[in-house]
């Protein structure tokens, strides 16, 4: 498809995926939401792409929904609603299983739906200087429903009930010592350190590897801890069976450098 609220760009197996609607703040709408779900499922498809940036153009990552989209979800009945909750679930959903890693580089805002698309991400990289953080949903009479799933997972219920019932903005240090964010980095460094990021495991990293560690981290959620050793043992039998695995092995074995 045709993109007007982002840009698409694949080199050295990095896909870029930017939110570009810098004078809205990167504020999501219906289109915004499209337009991601087919950036990422291309990402997934393409068998050139390794790894997956998501970033943003302007002074923000993403400031949540667009006022304009706000009004019009507004009128909406139910069966509307649900269907558009639907598309971002399954944006967040896609986001959260791709079978490849997803760094977020976040400068600026990063505020309700814009945090949800963070905390989705495998890996966050935060501008010390300006990202900041929130689920300010409860602010005007919504919830962050969707995303909840995933942010207990990422940093645990007592941290996730107090960001979301407070609705408080926090700022990278914060984020980065309740879990949210994984690095923190200069302003100027920030392109730099997530290209860096990329590039490294382009260049180390398995990606039938890392594909399965993600089904695996997706799945095992909700098991008995039986069910989840025995998915997990079953997985790591299959694994080994993989021509990654194989190629990786020998060339341990040999103490020969191997080319992922």
Same mark, same amino acid.
């Given at each position: 498809?045709?993109?007007?609220?982002?840009?698409?760009?694949?080199?050295?197996?990095?896909?870029?995926?930017?939110?570009?609607?810098?004078?809205?703040?990167?504020?999501?709408?219906?289109?915004?939401?499209?337009?991601?779900?087919?950036?990422?499922?291309?990402?997934?498809?393409?068998?050139?792409?390794?790894?997956?940036?998501?970033?943003?153009?302007?002074?923000?990552?993403?400031?949540?929904?667009?006022? !304009?989209?706000?009004?019009?979800?507004?009128?909406?009945?139910?069966?509307?609603?649900?269907?558009?909750?639907?598309?971002?679930?399954?944006?967040?959903?896609?986001?959260?299983?791709?079978?490849?890693?997803?760094?977020?580089?976040?400068?600026?805002?990063?505020?309700?739906?814009?945090?949800?698309?963070?905390?989705?991400?495998?890996?966050?990289?935060?501008?010390?200087?300006?990202?900041?953080?929130?689920?300010?949903?409860?602010?005007?009479?919504?919830?962050?429903?969707?995303?909840?799933?995933?942010?207990?997972?990422?940093?645990?219920?007592?941290?996730?009930?107090?960001?979301?019932?407070?609705?408080?903005?926090?700022?990278?240090?914060?984020?980065?010592?309740?879990?949210?964010?994984?690095?923190?980095?200069?302003?100027?460094?920030?392109?730099?350190?997530?290209?860096?990021?990329?590039?490294?495991?382009?260049?180390?990293?398995?990606?039938?590897?890392?594909?399965?560690?993600?089904?695996?981290?997706?799945?095992?959620?909700?098991?008995?801890?039986?069910?989840?050793?025995?998915?997990?043992?079953?997985?790591? !039998?299959?694994?080994?069976?993989?021509?990654?695995?194989?190629?990786?092995?020998?060339?341990?074995?040999?103490?020969?450098?191997?080319?992922?």
């Amino acid at each position: 498809m045709d993109f007007t609220r982002i840009k698409y760009q694949v080199e050295k197996r990095i896909c870029s995926i930017t939110l570009s609607r810098p004078e809205k703040h990167n504020a999501l709408d219906d289109r915004m939401i499209t337009e991601m779900s087919s950036a990422f499922l291309a990402a997934q498809k393409d068998s050139e792409v390794k790894v997956v940036l998501l970033k943003a153009e302007g002074e923000s990552f993403c400031s949540g929904a667009d006022l !304009a989209y706000l009004q019009q979800i507004a009128q909406y009945d139910f069966q509307q609603n649900q269907q558009d909750s639907n598309n971002l679930m399954k944006l967040f959903q896609q986001i959260y299983t791709l079978r490849k890693p997803v760094i977020a580089i976040v400068h600026g805002a990063a505020l309700a739906g814009g945090c949800g698309l963070a905390t989705v991400c495998d890996i966050v990289l935060a501008s010390r200087e300006t990202a900041k953080f929130g689920y300010t949903e409860v602010k005007i009479g919504f919830i962050p429903a969707i995303v909840m799933v995933f942010l207990v997972r990422r940093i645990g219920e007592a941290r996730a009930r107090e960001l979301t019932l407070r609705g408080n903005i926090i700022k990278a240090e914060e984020a980065y010592q309740i879990g949210l964010v994984n690095h923190v980095v200069g302003e100027t460094e920030l392109e730099e350190a997530g290209q860096r990021l990329a590039e490294d495991i382009v260049k180390n990293c398995s990606g039938a590897s890392m594909g399965l560690i993600k089904e695996l981290l997706a799945r095992i959620h909700g098991m008995s801890t039986s069910d989840a050793l025995d998915y997990a043992s079953n997985l790591n !039998a299959l694994t080994r069976m993989t021509e990654d695995c194989k190629r990786g092995v020998e060339a341990f074995l040999k103490k020969e450098p191997i080319k992922w």
